[in-house]
């Protein structure tokens, strides 16, 4: 763990990321193509499943670049009427079922697990006196919220912003502040915890918050990721250490 430039008693609400920060995704190819099957079954598309799923890896990766671009979260009607199936051939089925085609789509990459520390380490966080809360870009509106519930702690998330409902994305720093005025506190009471820092360590510096934490993953690229915005204040390889860092208040 690398850490130290701001001060845990100046802090009273940690805001964490969720995908790549607080779960993960598990390769499951025989999932995957059971979730790509359903999706050309349901659809009318006559790909096999590995031809439609190259298909589908260029229409995400075209999605996810504009989609940075522009900090900007297509509705799920959109994402599949203007970019990932708008050829499908029975597409009469995608206005009432967009959420869950959606939901399938990013499924498609592996199983979403949660961390194991991830909820002991929130639920200490809070008992320690610390507000919790979620910022995270998301392209389906129902898919985390599930995921938090069924890890028990969705409770503990006092404030949930997510860019599937907001339509703002990170790294844009309105998506950070939207979450501090839903919580009613300052940017400088509030610190981040993330693993991009593209998106996460960026997008909180620029909304002013106190610090941001980064979980050490194959997204983080030190050389890469360079300036002052880019720039953790702690480097954490594991949740558990952020215990570490906020001692009881």
């Known amino acids: 763990m ?16 969720k995908g790549g920060t607080l779960g993960f995704v598990k390769e499951n190819p025989q999932s995957s193509l059971e979730k790509i099957r359903k999706l050309t079954d349901f659809l009318g598309y006559k790909n096999t499943p590995e031809d439609f799923w190259k298909i589908l890896q260029e229409r995400n990766k075209k999605l996810k670049d504009w989609s940075f671009a522009n900090c900007y979260e297509e509705t799920v009607e959109d ?17 009432n ?12 990459k592996g199983d979403r697990l949660m961390y194991p520390e ?9 008992r320690r006196g610390y507000r919790t809360g979620l910022i995270s ?9 599930e995921e938090l519930k069924s890890a028990d702690i969705w409770d503990e998330m006092e404030v ?15 998506i950070f502040l939207m979450g501090c005025r ?24 620029r909304a002013g918050f106190a610090g941001v934490v980064l979980l050490k993953t194959e997204a983080w690229d030190p050389e890469k990721d360079k300036g002052e915005l880019r720039a953790p204040d702690a480097v954490v390889d594991s949740l558990t250490e952020l215990l570490d860092i906020f001692p009881c208040r």
């Open 2 to 17: 690398i850490h130290g430039y701001f001060d845990s008693k100046n802090i009273d609400f940690i805001f964490f990321d």
């Open 97 to 108: 079922n967009a959420d869950e085609l959606v939901k399938i789509n990013s499924q498609i």
């Open 160 to 174: 949930v912003i997510l860019s599937a409902e907001v339509r703002i994305k990170k790294p844009a720093p309105q």
């Open 182 to 205: 839903k919580a009613g506190i300052a940017p400088e009471r509030c610190v981040y915890i993330g693993d991009q820092p593209n998106r996460d360590v960026e997008g909180s510096r």
């Open 118 to 126: 991830a909820a002991p380490v929130i639920w200490e966080l809070n």
């Open 79 to 95: 994402m599949c009427r203007k970019w990932l199936f708008f050829d499908a051939p029975l597409a009469d089925k995608i206005e």
């Open 137 to 145: 870009n998301t392209v389906s509106p129902t898919m985390v919220p």
